[in-house]
C-alpha cells in the first residue's frame, strides 16, 4: 500500500484529481467559462451535424409511426382552413378601417423598434435539463448578448443565458429561474410568470400575483409588459389555463402554458435591440 | 506450457494503439453528441458507460485520463459545473483499472457490478447537489421523471459500449495464447 502511495501512477492520478478540483472552483467562482466555452466552441459543429441526423431519423420514424394521425389532421386542418378563408375577407375590412382610424389620430406603427438576429438553428439540448435548455449556433460573434430574449413566431421561447464566441445557451421560460411580467390582453390585469419543476414535466409555468378578484379566463392571451427592460412590450407568452387561489391566500395563481413548445424547437430569433432595452436596469443604477 | 504473444503482422502494434485510441475519442465524440443532439427530456448518457469500459481494459493512467475527459464533456452536455462528473470519472476509472488489474476479471458481469455500482453513487450525488439540497417545489419528482429513466437508458448503453471497446482492443491488442508443449526433461521440477 506505502509503495503505492509513492509510485508514479499514484502521484499522476493525483495531479489529475487536483487539476479538476482546480477546473471546479475556477468554474463555480469566475462568471467566464473557459473550459466548458472552449469543448462548447470545438464540438459546436459536431453537434449541428449530429443534431441533423438525429433530426432527420426522428422525423423520418414519426412520419412512419404517425402517418394516420397526420392523415386525420391533415383533414381536420383542411376544415379549418376552410373556415379561415371565410373570415379573411371580414379581416381585410377590418384592418383598413383599422389603418384609417390610426391615421386619423396620428398614431406611428409601434414594433418598439425590435431587431432581431439572424435565424438561429438549435444545435443541441442540455442533456436531462427539466426545463428544456437548448444550444443556438450564434453567438458573441453575431451581435448576441446576456439575457437578450429568444422569440419565435409564435411567441416568446425564452432568454440567453450563456454567450459563447460562435453558441450561445438558451434558458426557457419553463426553468426556475426565470420571472417575467406580464399581462392579459382582454382584461389588462398584470401578474408574474415563473416556473417550477413540477410545472415543467407538464411543460408549463405559472402566474402568480393576480388579484383575488379578477376577469381573467381560461384560454386568455398573456403578453410580456416589457417593465423589466429585458424584454420587449407586447410579445406573446402563453395561454391562460385555470386559475386558484395562492396557497397565501391573498392573491390568485394560474397555470400558463407557453406558446412555444422549447422541445419542438428548431430555429429561433434572438431579439438583440429593442426600445427601452436595459431600462430597468439603468434606473436602478 | 509456456506463455507466448502472438499478434497479427500487419499492422505494427504501435500503429494499432494509435488506431486504437482514435476510435476511442471518435466514439468520446459519439458520445458526447449523441447525449445533446434530440428533442431534449431525459437522456442517456453513453460517456459513462464508455469511460468505465475503457477503464476494464486499460492501465491506471490512461484509464483516468479517459475518464477525465468523458467526464468533462458529460459535464458540458448536462449543463453542470465542469469537473463535477470528470473528478468522479476520473477517481472511478483509476480505482477499476486497478481492481481490474489486480483482482477482478475482465468479463461483461464484473464491468456491469462495478459501472452500476458508480452510476448509482453518481445518481445520488447528482440528485442530492443538484436537486435536493436547494429544496425547491417538486424536486422529488425529478428523481422519478427524469434522473431514473435516463439511469436505466444509460444501462442499457452500458452493454453496448461494453461489446465496442471489447471488440476494439481485441482488435488492437497483442493476443495472448497458451499452448501445451512437451514434457521437457531437462527442467528441475521442485
Known amino acids: 500500500m506505502k509503495e503505492f502511495f509513492s509510485s508514479k501512477k499514484f502521484i499522476v492520478i493525483a495531479c489529475i484529481a487536483a487539476f479538476l478540483i482546480g477546473v471546479m472552483i475556477y468554474a463555480a467562482v469566475s462568471s467566464s467559462n473557459a473550459i466548458s466555452s472552449a469543448i462548447g466552441t470545438a464540438f459546436s459543429p459536431v453537434q449541428k451535424f449530429s443534431n441533423k441526423i438525429s433530426d432527420a431519423v426522428t422525423e423520418t420514424i414519426d412520419m412512419l409511426i404517425n402517418a394516420r394521425d397526420y392523415y386525420n389532421e391533415n383533414l381536420a386542418l383542411k376544415e379549418e382552413l376552410a373556415e379561415l378563408y371565410a373570415k379573411i375577407s371580414d379581416y381585410t375590412q377590418l384592418e383598413q378601417e383599422n389603418e384609417h382610424l390610426r391615421e386619423m389620430i396620428d398614431l406611428a406603427d409601434s414594433s418598439n423598434g425590435i431587431e432581431l438576429s439572424e435565424p438561429c438553428q438549435v444545435i443541441g439540448r442540455t442533456a436531462n435539463d427539466p426545463y428544456g435548455s437548448f444550444f443556438i449556433d450564434k453567438g458573441e460573434k453575431d451581435g448576441i448578448e446576456y439575457y437578450d430574449p429568444v422569440v419565435t413566431a409564435n411567441g416568446l421561447a425564452g432568454y440567453v443565458t450563456e454567450v459563447q464566441y460562435t453558441y450561445s445557451k438558451v434558458t426557457t421560460l419553463l426553468s426556475n429561474e426565470l420571472s417575467l411580467g406580464v399581462y392579459c390582453v382582454r382584461t389588462g390585469e398584470t401578474g408574474v410568470i415563473e416556473g417550477g419543476y413540477e410545472l415543467a414535466l407538464d411543460g408549463k409555468v405559472r402566474m402568480v400575483y393576480i388579484p383575488l378578484e379578477c376577469e381573467l379566463g381560461e384560454g386568455d392571451i398573456l403578453l410580456t409588459s416589457g417593465y423589466s427592460g429585458t424584454v420587449p412590450k407586447g410579445i406573446v407568452v402563453g395561454l391562460l389555463q385555470d386559475s386558484y387561489i395562492a396557497s397565501n391566500g391573498l392573491s390568485r395563481s394560474a397555470d400558463v402554458t407557453p406558446a412555444v413548445d422549447p422541445y419542438s424547437l428548431k430555429t429561433v430569433f434572438v431579439i438583440t435591440d429593442f426600445d427601452g432595452k436595459g431600462s430597468a436596469y439603468d434606473e436602478e443604477n | ?190
Do not use: H
Not at chain 2, 477482478?104 to 440528485?127: C, P, Q
Not at chain 2, 447537489?129 to 429513466?149: H, T
Not at chain 2, 444501462?155 to 499452448?179: H, M, Q
Open chain 2, 1 to 190: 506450457m509456456t506463455r507466448r504473444t502472438d499478434a497479427p503482422k500487419a499492422v505494427k502494434p504501435g500503429v494499432r494503439t494509435v488506431i486504437k485510441w482514435v476510435i476511442f475519442s471518435l466514439l468520446m465524440v459519439i458520445g458526447f453528441t449523441t447525449s445533446t443532439a434530440g428533442n431534449g427530456g431525459s437522456t442517456g448518457l453513453f460517456l459513462f458507460p464508455l469511460a468505465i469500459a475503457v477503464s476494464v481494459y486499460e492501465s491506471e493512467i490512461p484509464a483516468c485520463i479517459y475518464g477525465s475527459c468523458a467526464g468533462l464533456l458529460l459535464d458540458v452536455s448536462l449543463g453542470k459545473l465542469p469537473g463535477f462528473t470528470a473528478l468522479w470519472l476520473c477517481l472511478c476509472c483509476a480505482g477499476l483499472s486497478a481492481l481490474f488489474s489486480n483482482l477482478l476479471r475482465k468479463n461483461i458481469v464484473n464491468y456491469l457490478i462495478t459501472f452500476s455500482l458508480t452510476g448509482a453513487i453518481y445518481l445520488g450525488a447528482d440528485y442530492y447537489f443538484y436537486y435536493k439540497i436547494w429544496a425547491y417545489e417538486g424536486y422529488e419528482l425529478i428523481f422519478k421523471k427524469l434522473l431514473w429513466p435516463s439511469a436505466l437508458k444509460t444501462l442499457a448503453w452500458a452493454i453496448p459500449a461494453y461489446i465496442i471497446i471489447y471488440i476494439v482492443e481485441r482488435l488492437s491488442g497483442v493476443f495472448r495464447k497458451l499452448t501445451l508443449e512437451q514434457q521437457d526433461e531437462n527442467i528441475e521440477r521442485i
